[in-house]
């Protein structure tokens, strides 16, 4: 499969099933071959995408499947239920373990998802899959394994109520 898509460099930059502007997996996440930090923008995102696609990318942004990219690119029935990230304030990875997957939430705008079409789809991927979800938010690391626990963390700002019990980031922040 791979590289659907850390982004964009065949297509439109804009309509259904396009990155449309979004830059988010590229600066939510760690790049560890060019020692991108998480949660800062790449230094190679440019103002169409990847300033560096095809032209040796790093092995992790190769790999990296979006999983709203690669619904629309495999006419998948999620894509009639997955929001665009824009829309989301997030965005999902097609996960290397099938058993979980991955949410990455917008750290610039963290509550967006929570009122987004993100819970539903979620919720609709645990009943008819069965996995469970990990969502990723500003450094720390929730796993839901039940749909409750999605309701619940829709209905709350679970990083303000860690912060305020002393509970550290898990996942590494710039300069941690
Ligand atoms: S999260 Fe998805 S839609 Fe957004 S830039 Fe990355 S590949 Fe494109
Ligand atoms: S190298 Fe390109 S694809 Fe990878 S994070 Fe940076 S801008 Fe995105």
Known sequence: ????????????????????????????????????????????L??????IHGKGQPKTCITFNCRYIMAHRLNLKDKEILPH????????????????????????????????AMPAYLKTLMLNAGVGVTIIDRG???KMDSIDEIDAMASVDLVELSRARGLRPTYALPGE
């Open 46 to 51: 440019c103002d169409i995408g990847c300033s």
């Open 1 to 44: 499969m791979g590289q659907a898509k850390r982004r964009r460099d065949t297509g439109g930059t804009e309509g259904q099933g396009t990155c449309n502007g979004c830059k988010l997996c590229c600066i939510v996440t760690a790049i560890p071959e060019i020692e991108k930090a998480p949660f800062v923008p790449c230094a190679n």
């Open 140 to 142: 720390y690391q929730f």
């Open 85 to 116: 990230p824009n829309d989301a304030g997030a965005y999902v990875a097609l996960p290397k373990d099938p058993q979980n997957v991955v949410m990455y939430v917008d750290p610039n705008d963290p509550a967006k998802w929570r009122g987004s």
